[in-house]
């Protein structure tokens, strides 16, 4: 019955994603050859005028920097978020492009002044912040979100419209979807075991629901995420000991966000110090594991597939 209601989810995720690019992409009277625009509804609901062919992008994230580069538009990329996130490829395509800053820290002052006919940026307060100033400036300011490989899917079918380059976006799209699809094949009939995934902060560690995209891996892969039993539509949880105790995972996950030495400290000090982390089956078994940085810190673009096959491995040693 997991299963089954995973599978559903999944399909009712995918249409939500088709129906909102259809949203994003669908044209109206200012949607002309003449005008040179057209407008889009981004993730929050805002009906947006961008080029129909932007040639100065400056995107504020690095996810929407990869999918971006996916999708054949690494030469019109002015500016772009400071990150160690980017793969070889995407640095190699955006060699030329400035930075503005990390994700929540963008320069609007070197932003405005690489003067872009598009900003691209993710749902996040230090972006939509920016909004009203670049309005005034007459830069239009896309929010793009991503949280699923759904999401993934019609970003990049989105911006292959907009670099000009569909079928190369095209082409991505079909071969991550078919290797997502053998891996969901592959655990099809496997009995999961309970996971846990922990999002490190230097502040406080937080279980990741469902909501979240490496939650969304495990759910795919047939479930088990203890998260998921509570009922709560949020994507983060507070870690609570008495309740890692009780639910016992068989595997757990960490995500570690800030300096690796400090979160190293950090579990060191909350977490293993803990009887309850002690005794729980991942701890005593070895299968414990600290996720990479570029594939689970954000939304891993392209790399997402990679992301996916690693927890595989780990859920079905």
Not at 7 to 24: D, Q, R, S
Not at 104 to 123: A, F, Q, Y
Request: charged share 20%; glycine share 10%; net charge negative.
């Amino acid at each position: 019955m997991k299963r089954k209601i995973g599978f559903a989810a999944a399909v009712l995720c995918l249409l939500a994603a088709v129906l909102c690019l259809a949203a994003g992409g669908r044209e109206d009277g200012k949607n002309t050859a003449d005008s040179g625009v057209r407008q889009v509804t981004d993730s929050t609901g805002r009906q947006v005028e961008v080029p129909v062919h932007p040639e100065r992008v400056v995107i504020l994230n690095a996810s929407n920097v990869d999918l971006y580069v996916a999708a054949g538009g690494g030469a019109s990329i002015v500016g772009k978020a400071s990150s160690q996130a980017y793969s070889p490829e995407v640095q190699e395509a955006t060699a030329g492009a400035s930075e503005v800053g990390i994700i929540h820290s963008p320069s609007l002052e070197t932003i405005v002044s690489l003067k872009p006919d598009l900003v691209i940026g993710t749902n996040v307060p230090f972006h939509q912040g920016l909004i009203p100033t670049l309005e005034k400036a007459g830069i239009p300011l896309y929010i793009n979100e991503l949280n699923s490989f759904e999401d993934i899917f019609a970003t990049l079918e989105l911006f292959g419209k907009w670099t000009g380059k569909e079928e190369t976006a095209g082409e991505r799209i079909k071969a991550m979807q078919e290797e997502q699809e053998a891996l969901v094949q592959s655990a099809d009939g496997s009995t999961p075991p309970r996971s846990l995934v922990i999002f490190g902060s230097p502040d406080s560690f937080s279980m990741a629901t469902g909501r979240t995209f490496a939650g969304s891996l495990i759910s795919q892969l047939g479930g088990g995420n203890i998260a998921d039993t509570l009922e709560n539509d949020s994507a983060y949880i507070p870690l609570g000991m008495e309740y890692l105790a009780t639910e016992n995972p068989e595997v757990i996950f960490i995500i570690m966000m800030g300096n690796p030495q400090q979160m190293e400290e950090k579990i060191h000090k909350d977490l293993e110090s803990s009887p309850a982390w002690a005794e729980t089956s991942a701890v005593k078994n070895g299968r414990v594991h600290i996720l990479p940085y570029n594939l689970f810190t954000v939304n891993p673009g392209v790399q997402a597939v990679d992301a996916m096959n690693l927890i595989y491995n780990y859920m079905y040693p």
